[in-house]
């Protein structure tokens, strides 16, 4: 007999012999529009069994590889401060223990959590970021944390010239003006990306896909869904290109699986999610 604890399929090896830990941060309280967010990680362990843990893609399987599901960080409600604070720390544990972390969102504003802990260890990093927006705001409404701004947080971090965005065909005029100084912005789609990350051969990079970067035909179960994203072949073309890639820290967030009744937008998270991992140099 065996106790029923769920994992993503495939991810159940023991902490010690895991070389990537998944996390997830079910946390959406800055959700602009339409909240829900914080049921994607739950919603992904559940679907990720109508998927297979073989990739035909890059003949690999992650049964092959240790992956060690911890779960989902557990968050005071109504306290963003604490939850970044508290997923910071998680993944400073991570990263200690010589773990790479791998984020299930929650909205976008986690990976600020994140990267704050993977920067530290990592001072030369850089940032993948694929989405629909381009998250740059200076703030929200007057709130400096928000997904709306969770680049623009990231910026302060890692200055200039490091954060790579793909896909971005949403913000404010200021944000467009913003990353023209400051950031490397492909709009619209995802054209350049296996050059950049050819380019980036031998740098520290993390890995941040917000799931509205998919055309929301496809993919409607997000909380800002925007048309004219790019199709998933496209999204999984780009993430084969990662494999040359020193991954120290990946995130897929965003996924608010009530907006699609029919699971398919579930379905394309966990799929994404198995293959970003196969992509992990060492796993
Ligand atoms: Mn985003
Ligand atoms: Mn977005």
């Not at 604070?85 to 544990?93: G, I, Q, S």
């Not at 260890?121 to 400096?144: M, Q, S, V």
């Not at 990079?205 to 790019?230: M, N, R």
């Amino acid at each position: 007999m065996n106790k029923n604890v769920q994992t993503f399929i495939g991810c159940d090896a023991e902490y010690a012999e895991a070389d990537i830990v998944l996390c997830g941060i079910p946390f959406d309280g800055t959700t602009s529009y339409r909240p829900g967010a914080r049921f994607g990680p739950s919603a992904m362990r559940a679907e990720s069994y109508g998927i297979e843990t073989y990739s035909p893609y890059v003949d690999r399987d992650l049964q092959d590889v240790p992956v060690f599901d911890a779960g989902d960080l557990e968050l005071p409600f109504g306290d963003t401060k604490k939850a970044l604070t508290m997923t910071e720390e998680r993944v400073a544990a991570f990263l200690a223990d010589g773990k790479t972390p791998f984020l299930l969102g929650g909205e976008h504003l986690i990976t600020l959590g994140a990267v704050r802990a993977v920067a530290r260890k990592h001072p030369a990093l850089h940032i993948l970021h694929l989405d629909a927006h381009a998250d740059l705001r200076a703030d929200y409404l007057g709130e400096p944390l928000s997904h709306a701004s969770v680049m623009r947080r990231i910026w302060d971090i890692v200055g200039d010239g490091r954060i790579h965005q793909f896909g971005i065909r949403s913000g404010e005029r200021a944000e467009f003006a913003f990353a023209a100084k400051h950031t490397h912005m492909r709009r619209y789609d995802l054209t350049g990306f296996a050059d950049t990350v050819a380019a980036l051969k031998n740098e520290p990079v993390y890995v941040t896909v917000d799931l509205d970067v998919l055309d929301p035909a496809g993919f409607c179960g997000t909380g800002t869904p925007e048309a004219g994203g790019v199709p998933f072949t496209a999204l999984l073309a780009a993430v084969h290109s990662l494999s040359t890639c020193n991954l120290v820290g990946c995130d897929v967030v965003e996924l608010s699986p009530h907006y699609d009744m029919s699971g398919a937008s579930t379905a394309a998270a966990c799929k994404l999610t198995r293959e970003i991992i196969l992509q992990i140099k060492g796993a």
